[in-house]
Nanobody, 125 residues
Framework: QVQLVESGGGSVRPGGSLRLSCAASGFTFELFYIGWFRQAPGKEREGISCTSKEGGFTYYLDSVKGRFTASRDNAKNAVYLQMSDLKPEDTAVYFC??????????????????WGPGTQVTVSS
């Protein structure tokens, strides 16, 4: 079955960095766009990035541009989110997700059909 599993979350001080990973299985990974989302307590799920099938381009949420970099390794069925200059407002559960086969890259949750369970990122001094 389709699985997406995030790892790499944790606690970090403001200005710090973390690298999240997402391991995919159960589908032909290189045929799908993959995105990262986050959800803070009491807030809606927010799209952070969407990466093309071959990894050549990525769309980003404006508030993370220049600080977050998404990438993928199709040989390893994995996507990554390198986060730097982290801020307290980046505190959230972070999810990777697969875009529906008949949709194109975007940051709306309704474009996605498979989600990982999430990994917690906490930014606090």
């Amino acid at each position: 079955q389709v699985q997406l599993v995030e790892s790499g979350g944790g606690s970090v001080r403001p200005g710090g960095s973390l690298r999240l990973s997402c391991a995919a299985s159960g589908f032909t990974f290189e045929l799908f766009y993959i995105g990262w989302f986050r959800q803070a307590p009491g807030k809606e799920r927010e799209g952070i990035s969407c990466t093309s099938k071959e990894g050549g381009f990525t769309y980003y949420l404006d508030s993370v541009k220049g600080r977050f970099t998404a990438s993928r390794d199709n040989a390893k069925n994995a996507v990554y989110l390198q986060m730097s200059d982290l801020k307290p407002e980046d505190t959230a559960v972070y999810f990777c997700a697969r875009v529906r086969s008949d949709r194109i890259c975007g940051l709306r949750p309704d474009l996605y059909d498979q989600w990982g369970p999430g990994t917690q990122v906490t930014v606090s001094s």
